[in-house]
């Protein structure tokens, strides 16, 4: 599912228009990479928690070539899910 979409499913099923909608999702999305640069954990309730994690360098393989290359370290996004939504996808 894209933003586009996103909005468009909350704009068919309420009775909000779609700017106001397009302003809302754009100001949470803002405000989840905002508390990021803050190390804050983002925890939405019945759907699952966001954290920061630095993943070290290591080496890697470059497809094309087959030569081993370093990867810098750098900050990766991880998603726990919560129990709601993890039994949602196991059904």
């Known amino acids: 599912m894209t933003k586009r979409e996103l909005i468009k499913q909350i704009h068919d099923s309420s009775n909000y228009d779609y700017t106001t909608i ?12 905002e508390a990021f640069e803050t190390d804050e954990k983002i925890v939405i309730s019945g759907f699952g928690t966001f954290t ?13 070539t087959g030569k081993n290359i370093k990867i810098d370290g750098s900050y990766k996004i991880r998603f726990t ?5 993890k039994g949602k996808l196991n059904k």
Do not use: A, M, R
């Not at 999702?25 to 803002?30: E, G, H, K, L």
């Open 22 to 33: 397009n302003d809302i999702v754009d100001q949470v999305f803002n405000n989840i990479s």
């Open 52 to 64: 920061k994690h630095y993943q070290d360098s290591y080496i890697g393989v470059h497809p094309q």
């Open 81 to 85: 899910t919560s129990k709601l939504v």
